[in-house]
């Protein structure tokens, strides 16, 4: 049997080029959906910090700070990786569970506020300390990632 031929040497090109078609068609659609909706990454970033904390990972923390970041009584982002290692030593669980976010844009930075629940202990069943905060977060978008430049809290409700 002989394969149609419409304006082309033979019905395989044209499947081919419907192929190709259908690739690049299926590629410029994947990229659209990767391409991140600035408040979904800033959830993410924070989401990865959140995941940072609980791990008690001081250089993984460190990542999200921006060089120069501050916070409570002049904090800056050496002084919270140690601070994250103090509690990574003194206690074997550690937990930050924070709130709904309020995320307001403009550009290239963020404000994000939010309450966070931590808690810490040495792994009994209840954690030896606990608190809960109100935090604001100032965000800059530094190339292809969001970092936080300023962190300040206080003692929640």
Do not use: K
Not at 120 to 139: D, I, Q
Request: contains cysteine.
């Amino acid at each position: 049997m002989h394969e149609p031929t419409i304006g082309c040497p033979t019905w395989r090109c044209v499947q081919r080029a419907g192929l190709a078609a259908g690739v690049f068609a299926l590629m410029t659609v994947l990229s659209a959906c990767t391409s991140s909706d600035p408040e979904q990454a800033l959830r993410d970033r924070l989401e990865g910090l959140q995941q940072a904390v609980t791990d008690r990972d001081p250089a993984a923390v460190q990542q999200f700070l921006a060089d120069d970041f501050i916070g409570n009584e002049g904090l800056d982002r050496q002084g919270a990786r140690q601070r994250v290692a103090m509690y990574a030593l003194r206690y074997r669980d550690v937990s930050a569970t924070a709130g709904p976010l309020q995320i307001e844009r403009d550009g290239d930075h963020a404000t994000v506020r939010f309450t966070v629940a931590l808690t810490a202990g040495s792994g009994g069943l209840l954690p030896e300390r606990g608190r809960v905060l109100a935090v604001e977060t100032g965000w800059r978008h530094d190339g292809d990632t969001w970092l936080v430049t300023s962190m300040r809290w206080q003692d929640g409700i």
